[in-house]
């Protein structure tokens, strides 16, 4: 799961990108209202954490643009406790969930999963598709009860496409939901992990759509 932290405090950028990552989480993040703007535009993201008292532009009006240019991925904005308004204006400008600083690190990561959770459809944070079991809070999978142990990029490119499920994922998409923005993207990468998971958790689990990508059908 890759998320957008927009945060001006450098602190609490920095912690925040600490724990999602230590969480399994792709973090990338910026620190004003244009470069958020610009990097929600052009970037694809899982979740926004988004503070609304930012510098250059403000985050509602970041918000607003994004959601005025069609772009639906979750956003989780972060208010000062005190102010009631900024809530309701932030839900009212398409957010889909707030936190009130300041706030315990745990409780972030586990809106962020839940909101990444029900934008794709999954009520649960366990997604289970024959033998298999993945627990995307515990970051954990199994088959038929047994542990299988993977890779940080093999449970991701495993966790996006559970999340999925039916649904024909592209090698552009996983990339850009695996890595983060800075990072060297070889898309050659994705076929050796896909290659990886099916030794771990059976060849026919990932089906190859040729010339599309790749799908995990549902039971």
């Not at 142990?149 to 850009?176: D, P």
């Not at 060297?184 to 998971?197: H, K």
Request: proline share 2%; glycine share 8%; aromatic share 6%.
């Amino acid at each position: 799961m890759k998320v957008l932290i927009v945060e001006d405090e450098p602190q609490l950028s920095q912690q925040m990108q600490q724990q999602l990552t230590e969480q399994g989480f792709i973090v990338d993040c910026a620190y004003d209202g244009e470069e958020a703007h610009f990097m929600g535009s052009t970037e694809t993201y899982d979740a926004v954490v988004l503070d609304l008292g930012l510098p250059k532009v403000d985050g509602l009006t970041v918000l607003k643009k994004w959601r005025a240019e069609n772009l639906t991925m979750p956003v989780i904005i972060l208010t000062a406790r005190s102010l009631l308004h900024e809530k309701i204006e932030g839900l009212n400008a398409g957010a889909d969930d707030y936190l009130a600083k300041p706030f315990q690190m745990g409780e972030l990561v586990a809106r962020l999963q839940a909101l990444v959770r029900r934008a794709a459809g999954k009520a649960s944070s366990i997604v289970t598709v024959g033998d298999i079991r993945l627990d995307i809070s515990a970051s954990t999978v199994t088959n038929a009860g047994l542990s299988v142990t993977l890779t940080a990029h093999e449970f991701k490119v495993l966790s996006y496409l559970m999340l999925h499920l039916g649904q024909v994922v592209s090698r552009a998409t996983l990339i850009e939901h695996i890595y983060a923005q800075d990072f060297d993207r070889d898309s050659n990468t994705i076929e050796v992990f896909v290659g990886r998971l099916r030794k771990k958790i059976g060849s026919k689990m990932i089906e190859t759509v040729r010339g599309l990508g790749y799908r995990i059908a549902q039971d």
